[in-house]
């Protein structure tokens, strides 16, 4: 299975970012998918997911009310949309496939993409 992130960039605060996570090679249509981030000497850290059939979702704290995530029209793609972006927000975000245990949780999640990169200035 490999997953990859696509729709990263430099935005300016209060700018939005849309970000999208594909599959190859299994299907993401019955796994639940989540979004992590990272910065530099730091945990990688819980953004949002989203449960099997999409009737569920999960967002951190620090981004409720600002990201969305969904389940893509294209049946093998999830989508992180971005809006009010902080500079705090600055991270590589990486797509994750979840397998088992807490949906909060980055040791729950077997398949990881390779991130991609958001940079917001201010």
């Known amino acids: 299975v490999q997953l990859q992130a696509c729709g990263g960039g430099l935005v300016q605060a209060g700018g939005s970012l849309r970000l999208s996570c594909a599959a190859s090679?299994?299907?993401?249509?019955?796994?639940?998918m989540g979004w992590f981030r990272q910065t530099s000497g730091k945990e990688r850290e819980f953004v949002a997911a989203?449960?099997?059939?999409?009737?569920?979702?999960y967002h951190a704290a620090s981004v409720r009310g600002r990201f969305t995530i969904f389940r893509g029209k294209a049946k093998d793609m999830v989508d992180l949309q971005m809006n009010g972006l902080k500079p705090e927000d600055t991270a590589v975000y990486y797509c994750a496939s979840h397998s088992d245990g807490d949906i909060y949780s980055l040791r729950s999640y077997d398949y990881w993409g390779p991130g991609t990169e958001v940079t917001v200035s201010s």
């Open positions: 989203i449960n099997w059939s999409g009737a569920n979702k």
């Open positions: 090679g299994r299907t993401l249509s019955g796994y639940g």
